[in-house]
């Protein structure tokens, strides 16, 4: 289940075992902690050029799952996979280098009833550039299976989400290279690894791209994604796939401005499904995107925000139990800032509700959100980086349900150096909080993963 990311904006490099000493030290104790507070901050540092989360995942008993990447030689990547204990113990890690040994990425992760994840990316082939990368762990980190997918061109293939039913069935969404282009595909896997179904999808015309996916209770999954047209331009793309893997629907959505669209993000609530985005307006400026359709494929409505700026990054989104939908990101703008965080918010009819941008005391300094959750009651929440002059912090922000801004906090190591949030889970309960994964640099010689948790 992904959660948005990007990639973060410093080179790479770090002396990480300071910086994790440093970062036990500044996590205050759980039973003080007020809302907002930094409860604790964990790393893992393997000594190497980098390792970052990318996704986070949620398990039994509140315990939280973290894949991403790391490398092992300059440029050259393993999947890194992470199981925590709600109070910040690991429990175990994982690291997955192909027999090819060259560059494999975990990109999501999903986890079922009985804390088994599975892990979806890419990895390299020494035969044909990189298969999309499927692989499945206990919930005591034994490997289990690992399947790999090379589409019918020999040539790039990426997981880009996964997500797992109640049975144990992952469903992958990948973007696999076919002879002229780019195509969708879906792949079913049973518990015990063999496949269920594979499902391609093609657009009218040109490349086609699957972003993320969800399954609802009855098994059918529903993908999002950005579809080539007879023009230039893309429109943004949901697919529902029967339980068989049948196509059920497919539907396009094609701005105003007839520019580039994407769908990037898509959950379900009631009888709707909702694709989040990016659309174009006229005269190239990027906008966040909201679409609602019911379940069989009727849209109800789709809203584009009116926010002064350009988008030039999609954080993801979140529809809470009322239905209302936010959508944030990155925002360029004419300030001496240069970008801003930014996330816009409609109810279940389509209504504008409140629109917010983030920036620092010192509007000279950047700020982008990277990653967007929230709480079923309403709250949104925000992560990314803030550039404060000598360096980034990692940064999470709360808006209260009338979004209206709870708390902003940043965190980093050391005043020099670069730290950023790739992704955010909210869990609750008793031992629920507020986690940020990411990179954390220390040094200027590499990046160490780090997973910090907030109270909500």
């Avoid at 490997?143 to 992958?172: E, I, K, P």
């Avoid at 499902?199 to 950005?226: C, E, F, I, N, Q």
Wanted: with cysteine; hydrophobic share 40%.
């Amino acid at each position: 289940m992904r959660t948005s990311h990007r990639t973060s904006p410093w080179p790479a490099g770090a002396l990480v075992a300071l910086a994790l000493l440093v970062v036990a030290l500044l996590a205050p104790a759980v039973a003080t902690a007020a809302s907002g507070d930094l409860v604790w901050a964990k790393g893992i540092e393997l000594g190497l050029a980098r390792e970052e989360f990318s996704d986070l995942a949620k398990g039994p008993n509140g315990t939280i799952y973290a894949v991403g990447r790391a490398n092992h030689s300059a440029g050259v990547g393993d999947v890194l996979v992470a199981k925590y204990s709600p109070r910040g113990k690991r429990l175990w890690k994982r690291v997955y280098d192909s027999s090819f040994h060259g560059d494999d990425y975990g990109a999501a992760i999903a986890v079922d009833g009985r804390g088994n994840a599975f892990v979806t990316g890419l990895s390299a082939s020494s035969a044909h550039g990189l298969d999309a990368l499927t692989i499945k762990y206990s919930s005591g980190g034994t490997r289990q299976w690992v399947r790999r997918y090379n589409g019918m061109a020999d040539a790039t293939d990426s997981g880009a989400d996964v997500a797992v039913d109640a049975d144990g069935n992952a469903y992958v969404a990948m973007t696999s290279t076919v002879m002229g282009g780019m195509n969708i595909v879906v792949v079913k896997y049973r518990p015990g690894g063999g496949k269920a179904y594979e499902t391609m999808w093609a657009g009218p015309s040109g490349d086609d791209y699957a972003k993320a996916l969800t399954v609802d209770g009855r098994g059918r999954a529903y993908v999002v994604g950005r579809a080539g047209t007879a023009t230039a331009h893309a429109n943004a793309v949901i697919v529902r796939l029967k339980t068989t893997g049948a196509v059920g629907w497919a539907r396009m959505y094609n701005g105003a401005a007839s520019l580039d669209d994407e769908g990037l993000r898509v959950m379900l609530r009631g009888t709707s499904v909702y694709l989040m985005g990016r659309s174009q307006r006229e005269g190239g400026r990027s906008c966040l995107l909201a679409v609602r359709y019911g379940l069989t494929g009727a849209r109800k409505w789709a809203r584009v925000s009116d926010t002064a700026g350009s988008i030039d990054f999609v954080a993801g989104g979140w529809v809470d139990r009322y239905e209302n939908v936010t959508v944030g990101g990155q925002l360029s703008v004419a300030g001496p800032e240069g970008t801003r965080g930014v996330a816009v918010s409609w109810n279940k009819s389509g209504v504008f509700r409140w629109e917010n941008t983030y920036y620092t005391t010192a509007t000279t300094e950047a700020v982008g959100f990277s990653a967007v959750t929230g709480s079923a009651g309403g709250a949104v929440y925000c992560s990314g980086w803030a550039d404060r002059g000598t360096a980034f912090d990692s940064l999470v922000v709360k808006y209260r349900k009338g979004g209206s801004l709870a708390w902003a906090q940043p965190f980093n190591s050391d005043p020099y150096e670069g730290a950023d949030s790739q992704c955010l889970l909210l869990t609750g309960g008793t031992t629920g909080g507020v986690y940020s994964g990411g990179a954390l640099s220390v040094g200027g010689a590499s990046y160490s993963a780090v997973l910090l948790k907030y109270r909500p």
